[in-house]
């Protein structure tokens, strides 16, 4: 983990002497963090101080760097279609470690992780392997690459793809890109402590396992929070929060259409409208959103 107070003054530093990228990667790695800890208010302020940086003329490339940004936190709660198109396609050519493209293409892979485009993935990540890389980044891959294999059900190639990435991570003691595959990493970690031929310490594999399992539970309270809140900040017009009552209270469409003097057309509408607010699709999905969120 990061050591927060020397983290805090590198993007004062950058604020002072106007080093845009520093300024974004504190912010980014401060959203990682609140997400780790649960704190979604952390993450808003981050989130803020990265919307007031799109102000900034002498920053070309802030536009790119808030997707980034954007792209990994809306994997993270699994809104896949908010990820900027940009960082849903092809894998951009290598060019250096540190350029941008590099750092767009690890949003990259999480967005064809998490859709399970899992072909283009792993051709990026055997490139990587041949290329220098960022260290972080390399770990990320290697460890995404384990629950992609696991996954696909090779489990040799999972255990083989697992102890290069501890092998990359140990010597400077890197966890974080293991827990934060959350759900997919405390299940690959729980089967490999049952096997006793794969090179990983059971004390490492241990440990990560009770962090992915806490980061998991952490990231569901995240996922749920913020729906609550999308939730709470959709508008409806009156005449749909008076077909939503009426829908909660168990009316079929034409009965609504008798009670509200409308035509049934109008009625379909409006439902229409109210599940494309609420993203669902079935009646149930509606009774219980709004028994969650009050919503009537």
Sequence with gaps: MLHLPLFFQAKEKGRKYRQFEI???????????????????????AFNELKMMLDEKDYARRFVTYDISLGWYNCVIRHLDAVPDWLKGEFAPYSHAYFIDNFANQIKARYHYLTRNYLPLLSYIDKMKRRESILYGRVEML??????????KNKTAAWDS?????????????????????????????????????????????????????????????????????????????????????????????????KRSLSINTVKMNMRNIYNKLDIHKISDLIRIVAEHGLV
């Design 23 to 45: 300024i974004h990667r504190t912010l980014f790695y401060t959203i990682r963090i609140a997400v780790i800890q649960g704190n979604r208010a952390k993450t808003e302020q």
């Design 143 to 152: 460890a995404m690459e384990a629950c992609v294999h696991y996954q696909l």
């Design 162 to 258: 697992l102890k290069e990435a501890y092998e990359t991570a140990m010597p400077n003691n890197i966890v974080t890109p293991f827990i934060e595959l959350g759900k997919d990493m405390r299940t690959l970690s729980t089967v490999a402590l049952s096997k006793n031929d794969i090179g990983i310490p059971k004390e490492w594999l241990e440990d990560v396992r009770r962090k992915a399992l806490y980061y998991a539970g952490k990231q569901s309270l995240f996922i749920s929070e913020h729906k609550a809140h999308e939730i709470g900040n959709i508008k409806f017009s009156a005449r749909e929060h008076d077909i939503l009552s009426d829908l909660y209270k168990g009316l079929t469409q034409a009965e609504i259409a008798s």
